[in-house]
């Protein structure tokens, strides 16, 4: 800890000498179909990046297993045994793929990290030129995809819509970067101290600043099995993306609000100018009972946004912490 305390103020480490232990993390759910082809295509490219001098041998792959029900497990630790730059932390149970990111994060060392999907959908092609900007001294490096030709029409659309909306409430997202990044030492240590129990990783890297560039990639299918994210799963990290990052739904009631009022008043207005000075009858049913309804759901809408943020503070008030290690495997090396 002292160490890497006095390294935040010498500045950033300098590789353009010694080649960097760079380690991977990769969380997996139910990854037994991908699982051996993806280390056989990590195997290749350490040894490939390591004949480049461009990492240290000494650079590991760790997969953490996000409480699988499947064979995913026991294959690390088959892989473990066969090569020794293979290694697993396995969760105690499902805690969703944020949660087993930031256990890799918080646990791992190394001068840098890569997260990267399971699957096979993040390039590994670009790698080489992640560590070549990060050896440059860009502490943190983002992967951002080129094109959404991979996915639906409805996936292309409502995510793009949604880097658009975030932006527009002031959140700061890197446009089209999901979780396949790089992040030095130092900043990885600054992610650290982030204690909040909603995870949306990719609104908190751009926060800790460090000097950072991106890298664009294609994404490619799935090589196999089928998503961990249905619609459900995506949709929470959405708004949790919203909900931890901006108050700004909250906003957006008041001004519904202060609208719906100064409407309800010039309805008023105009109910007291037709009774005073003309003879004729207001309409009746339809002008009480539509505003009702409406009124009525404007605020079961409020209440349920401020009670989501409520929810917020009370989940947070428990401290508890944000996922459970089992067991690990592997050869750990020291920080
Ligand atoms: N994942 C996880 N826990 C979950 C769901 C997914 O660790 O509860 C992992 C999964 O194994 C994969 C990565 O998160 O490595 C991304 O998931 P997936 O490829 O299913 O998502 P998609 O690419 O379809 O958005
Ligand atoms: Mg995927």
Redo the contacts with the bound molecule.
């Keep these: 800890m002292e160490l890497i305390e006095r390294q935040h103020f010498l500045g950033a480490p300098d590789f353009r000498e010694r080649a960097p232990v760079i380690n991977f993390v ?6 037994e179909e991908v699982l051996p082809e993806t280390a056989s295509r990590l195997t290749r490219l350490l040894e490939d990046l390591e004949a480049q001098e461009l990492i240290s041998p000494a650079s590991s792959v760790y997969f ?5 029900r499947d064979r995913t497990w026991p294959l690390i630790e088959e892989l473990a045994t066969t090569a020794s730059r293979f290694c697993g932390i396995k969760l105690s149970r ?4 944020q ?3 930031l256990c890799g994060l918080m646990s791992i060392h190394g001068d840098a990290l890569i997260s ?4 096979l ?1 993040d390039d590994l092609g670009i790698i080489a030129d992640m560590v070549r900007a990060f050896r440059s001294g860009h502490e943190v490096v983002y992967a951002v995809r080129r094109r959404r030709d991979t996915d639906s029409f409805f996936k292309r659309v409502t995510a793009e819509g949604y880097y658009r909306i975030l932006a527009a409430m002031g959140v700061n997202l890197v446009f089209n970067h ?2 396949y990044r790089l992040l030095g030492r130092r900043p990885l240590e600054a992610l650290r101290g982030y204690r909040e129990p909603h995870l949306f990783l990719r609104g908190l890297v751009p926060l800790l600043g460090y000097r950072s560039t991106t890298v664009a990639f294609d994404r490619a299918e ?1 090589f196999a ?5 249905p619609l459900g ?2 949709l929470a990290l959405a708004w949790q993306g919203i909900s931890s990052f901006t108050p700004y739904p909250l906003r957006l009631i008041t001004g519904a609000g202060v609208l719906v009022s100064l409407v309800s008043l010039a309805m008023a207005a105009w109910a007291l100018a037709l009774r005073l000075l003309t003879n004729e009858a207001l309409p009746g049913w339809a002008s009480t009972v539509i505003p009702m309804y409406f009124l009525g759901g404007i605020q079961l809408l409020g209440l349920g946004v401020i009670g989501e943020y409520l929810a917020k503070v009370f989940e947070s008030g428990k401290h508890r912490p944000r996922y459970q290690v089992e067991s690990i495997c592997g050869q750990w090396r020291a920080p």
Excluded at 225 to 229: F, H, L, R, T, V
């Design positions: 990769l969380p997996c759910y139910n990854e953490v297993d996000d409480g699988s499902n805690r969703g793929h949660n087993a990111l990267l999907d399971a699957d959908q999901a979780d799935r099995g089928e998503s961990k994210y799963k995506m």
